[in-house]
């Protein structure tokens, strides 16, 4: 993990994804704090499908003195409302194959598992599963 996040989130990974036209951050606030975020991906930010017609979420991170909050879920509905406002024919996002919770917040709010794809974490081979939901 942690080689991944010197690259992932270097000042310069990070400034490049901010000025990336396709992609945009929205913070989830808690009493003027934030606690989450999420970040989407349209047209050729997405990091799989670079579909027109879809939005990937490409993170949703919520701190974890905040979880049970409900935060991740009206994070998620946001960007559903999005691509609903948009326009767009569905909405996805890559979930470790491991990470349960996840999987199964991910189920109960309506998306479908379609696919997988391999991703290295320093030396380590792992594998996302691919959810879309419908909009």
Same mark, same amino acid.
């Not at 905040?66 to 960007?79: M, P």
């Given at each position: 993990m942690e080689a991944y996040s010197a690259v992932a989130f270097t000042m310069e990974s990070m400034l490049d994804q901010l000025n990336n036209p396709d992609s945009e951050f929205y913070f989830a606030l808690y009493e003027d704090d934030i606690v989450g975020y999420i970040k989407l991906n349209f047209n050729d930010a997405q990091t799989e499908f670079n579909d027109e017609n879809a939005l990937e979420v490409e993170r949703i991170y919520?701190?974890? +003195? *905040?979880?049970? @909050?409900?935060? #991740?879920?009206?994070?998620? !509905?946001?960007?559903?409302? $999005? %691509?609903?406002?948009?326009?767009?024919?569905?909405?996805?996002?890559?979930?470790? +194959? *491991?990470?349960? @919770?996840?999987? #199964?917040?991910?189920?109960? !709010?309506?998306?479908?598992? $379609? %696919?997988?794809?391999d991703f290295m974490l320093g030396d380590d081979r792992q594998t996302d599963l691919l959810m879309k939901k419908v909009l």
């Open positions: 919520v701190s974890g +003195e *905040h979880h049970g @909050k409900q935060i #991740g879920k009206k994070l998620l !509905n946001f960007a559903i409302d $999005i %691509g609903v406002e948009k326009q767009l024919n569905y909405i996805w996002l890559g979930v470790w +194959e *491991h990470n349960k @919770k996840a999987l #199964g917040f991910y189920e109960h !709010n309506g998306f479908e598992i $379609i %696919g997988r794809h």
